[in-house]
């Protein structure tokens, strides 16, 4: 039967609307294969570069052992299962918090707090310490007991109100750093690098609710000041101090906090302040100097890890007693560093054809060894000896707390020391008798620094010898009051 051109036209239209809809999938498909393929690209690196990374989270391993020989003894772990090594893990990170937090102040034995005292956290810090450093340096704290659950635990009431002002919803809440383990790349500060910012709630978003609470909660009013860095965040400062920005001191936000609790202090409201330094990095600490925010404890904390709070919290009920010592040299001004010259990254003059773009900055190394204490201790003892180009110079002006500092809850006293010498194997044994003279029992850490004279070929050939060198230490056991530890420190 002959097909009309009427029935052709629509045969033909019907044949291109059912291709038309047989291609809309593929059509479909294509488009999206485009980005998926991009999207697995990219995933494909990053696994490869973080492949154990993921296996940590998600269980397993991504990689496996060719030519495994089955009676070989590859690595023979130290716990059984993943559950018992988590949980030793988590003891050691408190142990280290609890032996390595320095005590730098404690005014008429304001340490420890009294039992089931009555706290008052101050600072968006309190809601948001800091565990560990930025980047590689990150530590995962989403299972971590924050200051006021560490706090509770050791038999403390703290504020609510106060802690709800600077939590999510509260008044304070926009003013909480942000994810201070992420990497920052941040362009738009001064210098141009990656940095980390001040984040402190203004005095005046605190409501008369607010500061009424703290007359309830006023046995203590216990600041954090915390600080980040690592990579990706350093710590911004301006060279010149013409914004005077210092990540390391306090802000004026800061400052008003601090003045406004010692008001509430010198009112009868609150009985004692407490300041915890939550930072790996040299707080400047030029608002103690005069004391003029009445401080009654200080207390360095570091970065405290997953567990580290709930050894500050037993410092602070002295269920533990501090005997920690300063790895770094805390300063009432940081820009008496030498350091500080070199501090900012030079750019490049000249013909940069050669340079890549991301290496545009360099620094320079120009003060040697003569970094912390080793600066300080040697621009004194040149002083006073009337050497170099020390020029006039006041310690105590620029050192805080010096290299190797912290206090205790006790008293220790040393005797019986002697050191010999053994020619065969060039090394120093010191023994040294540690006794607990105070009525509480305690740790404490017995350093060994050497001097050695700087002689005429140091002088000609340029050496570079500090006044003063750490060159061993020992800590003693803990002590009971009254009881005795002879230490044996060996040095090379």
Not at 19 to 27: E, F
Not at 45 to 57: E, P, W
Not at 113 to 134: D, E, M, Q, R
Not at 249 to 261: F, P, R, V
Request: glycine content about 10%; aromatic content about 10%.
């Amino acid at each position: 039967m002959e097909v009309t051109k009427k029935e052709k036209k629509a045969q033909k239209k019907a044949f291109k609307k059912a291709l038309r809809r047989a291609r809309r999938p593929w059509k479909f498909l294509t488009l999206l294969a485009g980005p998926l393929a991009v999207i697995l690209i990219i995933a494909t690196v990053v696994v490869s570069m973080f492949d154990n990374t993921m296996a940590l989270f998600l269980g397993g391993t991504f990689w496996e052992l060719e030519n495994a020989d089955s009676e070989a003894v590859y690595y023979e772990g130290d716990y059984k299962t993943e559950e018992e090594r988590t949980k030793a893990g988590a003891e050691l990170v408190k142990q280290v918090e609890a032996e390595g937090a320095s005590l730098l102040m404690n005014e008429n034995k304001a340490l420890p707090l009294a039992a089931k005292a009555k706290v008052s956290l101050f600072s968006t810090s309190s809601v948001n310490i800091v565990y560990g450093g930025t980047g590689s340096g990150n530590v995962d704290s989403s299972k971590s007991d924050n200051l006021k659950v560490a706090l509770e635990k050791e038999g403390f009431s703290v504020n609510k109100t106060l802690w709800d002002f600077y939590s999510e919803g509260g008044a304070a809440a926009e003013y909480t750093r942000g994810n201070a383990g992420a990497v920052v790349q941040d362009s738009a500060t001064a210098s141009g690098y990656g940095s980390a910012e001040i984040v402190e709630a203004p005095w005046s978003l605190y409501s008369d609710k607010v500061l009424k609470s703290v007359e309830e909660y006023g046995d203590a009013a216990i600041i954090v000041l915390s600080r980040i860095g690592g990579e990706g965040a350093d710590s911004y400062f301006d060279h010149e101090l013409k914004d005077g920005k210092n990540y390391l001191a306090l802000n004026q936000n800061e400052k008003d906090m601090m003045a406004g609790i010692k008001k509430l202090k010198d009112d009868g409201k609150i009985k004692k302040i407490v300041v915890l330094i939550n930072t790996s990095n040299a707080l400047q600490v030029d608002f103690l100097k005069n004391n003029e925010y009445g401080v009654d404890a200080t207390l360095w904390i570091g970065g405290v890890g997953q567990t580290g709070l709930n050894a500050v919290a037993e410092i602070l009920s002295g269920k533990v007693n501090p005997s920690g010592s300063l790895p770094d040299t805390y300063c009432y001004d940081n820009y008496s560093s030498p350091v500080m010259q070199n501090f900012t990254p030079v750019i490049y003059k000249g013909d940069t054809s050669k340079i890549p773009g991301h290496a545009d900055t360099y620094m320079i190394y120009q003060e040697g060894i003569y970094v912390g204490y080793k600066y300080y201790e040697t621009r004194y003892e040149d002083y006073v000896m009337g050497k170099g180009n020390a020029g006039e110079y006041k310690y105590g002006d620029d050192v805080a707390f010096p290299f190797g500092y912290g206090l205790s809850y006790t008293n220790f006293e040393y005797s019986n020391m002697s050191l010999t010498y053994d020619k065969d194997t060039t090394t120093y044994t010191i023994n040294v008798t540690v006794t607990n003279k105070g009525d509480v029992a305690g740790k404490e850490t017995v350093q060994i620094y050497v001097s050695s004279p700087y002689t005429q070929y140091d002088i000609d050939n340029k050496v570079e010898k500090a006044s003063v060198s750490l060159v061993g230490f020992d800590k003693t056991d803990i002590l009971e009051p009254g009881a005795s530890e002879t230490l044996k420190i060996e040095v090379d």
